[in-house]
């Protein structure tokens, strides 16, 4: 299932010593795709470095393509 595959991702992930920003993003990605927006925020705020355009835009993107506007709107305020 999508949500065992994002699972064993998150799992790979915490066993990286140092994740790159692309790392990052593709699970970001992820979870944006799946529709869990919390866990898609967690990982946003514990990226070192710093996240790049890339991992605001795929929040961003996520919740204009399902239709959240509000959170969207929200979302883009903070950036």
Known sequence: SKNGKLELGLWFFHQMPNPDTVTYN???DGFVKSGDFNNAFQI???MMPDPNS??????LTGYVNSEQS????AFFTKM
């Open 26 to 28: 593709e699970l970001i």
């Open 44 to 46: 946003l705020s514990s």
């Open 54 to 59: 890339a991992s605001w835009n795929t929040i």
């Open 70 to 73: 509000r959170e969207a709107t």
